[in-house]
């Protein structure tokens, strides 16, 4: 796996999906070179731009909303030379009717508050056997997803991940929100 540090990226004042939990998460999608991935809530683009590198043959499609966030992943994929990424600049529920074909793997990061709906028509375009990976902050989020998977027979776990990093001279511990890693087969 390639691994990009998340100082390398460009940031701005845009989510992004940290070092750590991008490198598992991007794990559990079990890529192979010529994927076709979709991210949805793309933010920064670290995710993206990860999946692009392990799909070097393959394509990803990353869909963002916010102006802000869309010009960071912009600059970010001229950064890295991901050429296998096409941006859509649309909300997800709009951006799915543009989506044409299936999916070898899809990662969310961002739902809008639609998870429910975004798993529902999303999950359509997901190949049958194949992994939908998505990241949660909140358990309101957490559990309507993990309901809605049920709900459609998908063989779903979560894990809960905490990070903590060392800051300063003292070596004292900074924690990161925990992050709950959704792991969904179709």
């Known amino acids: ?6 100082e390398e990226f460009i940031r701005g004042n845009c989510p992004m999906t940290k070092e750590e ?3 598992l998460s991007v794990a559990k999608l079990k890529l192979k070179k010529h994927y076709r991935v979709l991210d949805i809530g793309a933010g920064t683009g670290s995710v993206a731009i990860q999946t692009a590198k ?3 043959d393959g394509e990803v499609i990353a869909i963002e909303k916010e102006n802000e966030a869309l010009e960071t992943l912009q600059r970010n994929i001229e950064k890295f030379q991901c050429s296998n ?3 859509i600049a649309l ?5 799915e009717k543009n989506i044409e074909g299936d999916f070898d793997a899809i990662f ?3 739902s809008g508050g639609n ?3 975004i798993i529902k028509s999303y999950g359509n375009k997901l190949k049958y056997g194949a992994v939908m990976v998505l990241n949660f902050i909140t358990i309101d989020n957490l559990y309507k997803a993990m309901e809605t998977l049920k709900a459609l027979n998908y063989k779903a776990e979560c894990s809960q991940i905490s990070v903590s ?5 003292s070596y004292m511990l900074m924690a990161n929100n925990p992050i709950f890693i959704v792991t969904a087969v179709k």
Do not use: F
């Open 108 to 110: 969310v990061g961002g």
């Open 1 to 6: 796996m390639i691994y990009i540090k998340d």
């Open 91 to 95: 909300e997800a529920l709009e951006a």
């Open 54 to 56: 392990e799909c070097a």
């Open 21 to 23: 939990i991008r490198i």
């Open 165 to 169: 990093k060392t800051r300063g001279n």
């Open 115 to 117: 998870i429910e709906e």
């Open 85 to 87: 990424i096409k941006v």
